[in-house]
């Protein structure tokens, strides 16, 4: 069972490009979970969605950035005109929809990072 | 989310057990303790976790306080494999799923 992909794994814009970063979540994984890291710090919550509609954007920028979850394909996380400060690495996690009540676990599980580079 | 303080770094020899300690003294009744590692240039992977009775599982045991304002991480016999930055988090669960909020965590070095 593959894990948690992401592509590309390095990403080297110029400030103004766009950057499109995908991630293919688990098989039988509903649920997509965007996370940054800024070097030398740890993981911040961007935004958790499931098949076509977004859950919770509460970690997103007001601006430039947007992400979607489509009934087919990858999970993709865009970023418009990006600056030096979007440089980091972007991690995808899935997890399932589990039935139960909340005692019910749905560990989340990560992918490898895309480490986007912006000059 | 209630907030989670843990040591910046901690340092084992190999083969002894490791506690990685974490402190929440605002904990809430709902919130589950959660402990996520990530390796060097990896993302993070699932440790363990548990509400109010400790728990083993292949990977480490959870130790929490009665209180619940503190708990620990337990690795038995650290490896260099687990030389990691160990996230304590806590978080109430949804079976819907639930954001994951990261603190800057514990870096465990792990010399040979």
């Known amino acids: 069972n593959a894990g948690v992909m992401q592509n590309p794994r390095h990403l080297v814009r110029r400030r103004g490009q766009e950057a499109r970063l995908r991630c293919s979540p688990m098989?039988?994984?509903?649920?997509v979970y965007w996370y940054r890291q800024l070097p030398e710090e740890g993981l911040k919550f961007m935004v958790y969605?499931?098949?076509?509609?977004?859950?919770?954007e509460s970690g997103m920028p007001k601006e430039r950035f947007s992400a979607e979850f489509p009934k087919e394909g990858p999970s993709i996380l865009r970023i418009q005109q990006v600056v030096r400060g979007d440089s980091a690495a972007y991690f995808c996690?899935?997890?399932?929809?589990?039935?139960?009540?909340?005692?019910?676990?749905?560990?989340?599980?990560f992918g490898p990072g895309t480490r986007l580079t912006v000059l | 989310d209630a907030k989670t303080t843990q040591p910046n770094s901690m340092e084992s020899n190999e083969e002894e057990p490791v506690h990685l300690p974490c402190n929440h003294s605002?904990?809430?009744?709902?919130?589950?303790i959660h402990w996520y590692r990530q390796l060097p240039s990896q993302g993070p992977e699932y440790v363990i976790h548990?509400?109010?009775s400790n728990v083993n599982n292949r990977m480490a045991s959870l130790a929490i306080a009665e209180d619940r304002k503190s708990s620990t991480l337990i690795l038995h016999r650290a490896t260099l494999r687990d030389a990691a930055v160990y996230y304590c988090?806590?978080?109430?669960?949804?079976?819907?799923?639930?954001?994951?909020?990261f603190g800057k965590g514990t870096s465990l070095l792990v010399t040979p």
């Open positions: 996690a899935s997890s399932q929809t589990t039935s139960g009540g909340a005692s019910s676990y749905n560990e989340q599980f």
């Open positions: 098989k039988g994984h509903s649920h």
């Open positions: 969605l499931q098949k076509e509609n977004i859950i919770d």
């Open positions: 605002t904990i809430s009744g709902t919130d589950y």
């Open positions: 548990g509400l109010t």
């Open positions: 988090i806590l978080r109430v669960i949804s079976n819907s799923g639930y954001a994951l909020n």
